[in-house]
């Protein structure tokens, strides 16, 4: 696969960039570069049946990495073969995970930018164990005192990696304060920029600073649509409530009813932020069990028909 640089990435996020989100972000985005939320490599390669992504296929969701996350090497190559197999275009191994028990307990995520000559080692198996391109994503460093993000990119440009995707804050950081992209043009891979990125005058500044793309992350909460507004492939729904039910039965396709109700209570509110009377439809929907009746309170708030 040869990647189109260009196009606006839509970022993986735990818990949020499951498959029913993707659908809908493909509805609106059909060519851009999705990025499935991060799996674990030793959950992925053992099966472990209570976690359904371990079972996606990815041969019906276009131009879409799939994001895994571990210390372990060979099972890192192991899970990159199986992403491979179950058709991913590209395999994308997370380096800036901050949360701590990925970062801390798990020596995963963040923790690799810590450890550079384990981070060589996890990259250049991976890369040795698929026939498709291979990509990190990190931040600019552990801690002010340790930005070493530049170290990293050639650390994956020697190992093979094909591209990089760098946050522009410190894992210390987490998600506060404002992030900041610093200049790129002499990376010897493509670096795509990420952090505070939801215009595109955020998009032509990361251009300017060397940046072959950028990806889009809490931007498209509540607005899945985002990615293709800013592509130009679509713009914003006329019938936002359309979206939300077809988001909710393919939630409820995927996970069953009884865990799909709960998980999709954050994207009501997402969806709902900021209009009249939201915080009351919240209250009510925080309370629903029953996907008929969810079904309805959204149709009434949106003023749509219910699917």
């Known amino acids: 696969m040869n990647i189109d ?5 839509a970022a993986p996020m735990a818990g949020i960039t499951d498959r029913p989100f993707r659908r809908i972000i493909r509805e609106f985005a059909p060519n851009a570069n999705l990025v499935t939320e991060m799996i674990s490599c030793h959950s992925l390669v053992a099966a472990h049946k209570n976690c ?5 296929l990815y041969a019906d969701e276009g131009n879409i990495g799939t994001q895994i996350f571990g210390a372990d090497i060979s099972l890192m190559a192991d899970a990159a073969k199986i992403l491979a197999d179950n058709g991913a275009k590209w395999i994308d191994i997370n380096m800036g995970c901050p949360v701590p028990k990925v970062a801390t307990r798990a020596n995963a995520g963040a923790y690799l930018m810590r450890d550079h000559v384990l981070a060589g080692k996890i990259i250049n198996a991976v ?8 990509s990190i994503k990190t931040r600019l460093g552990w801690d002010d005192a340790h930005r070493d993000w530049a170290e990293l990119v050639q650390i994956a440009a020697d190992n093979g990696a094909s591209f990089v995707v760098l946050h522009g804050r410190t894992r210390a950081q987490l998600y506060n304060g404002a992030a900041i992209l ?4 002499n990376s010897p891979i493509p670096i795509i920029a990420n952090g505070d990125i939801s215009d595109l005058g955020a998009i ?14 809490r931007a498209m909460l509540g607005k899945p649509w985002i990615i293709g507004a800013l592509s130009g492939e679509t713009g914003r729904p006329d019938n936002i409530g359309a979206v939300v039910l077809r988001h909710l039965n393919y939630a409820v396709e995927y996970y069953g009813a009884r865990n799909a109700i709960p998980m999709f209570r954050k994207h009501v509110a997402w969806y709902s932020a900021g209009m009249p009377n939201s915080t009351d439809f919240r209250i009510r929907v925080n309370t629903i069990t029953d996907p008929d009746e969810l079904k309805s309170e959204i149709s009434k708030f949106w003023g749509c028909q219910s699917a």
């Open 182 to 185: 610093p200049d790129v043009h």
């Open 204 to 217: 032509e500044n990361a251009k300017k600073h060397g940046y072959a793309g950028a990806m889009i992350g």
């Open 127 to 134: 890369v040795r164990s698929v026939n498709i391109p291979v």
């Open 5 to 9: 640089y260009n196009q606006i990435f």
């Open 52 to 56: 359904l992504r371990n079972f996606d």
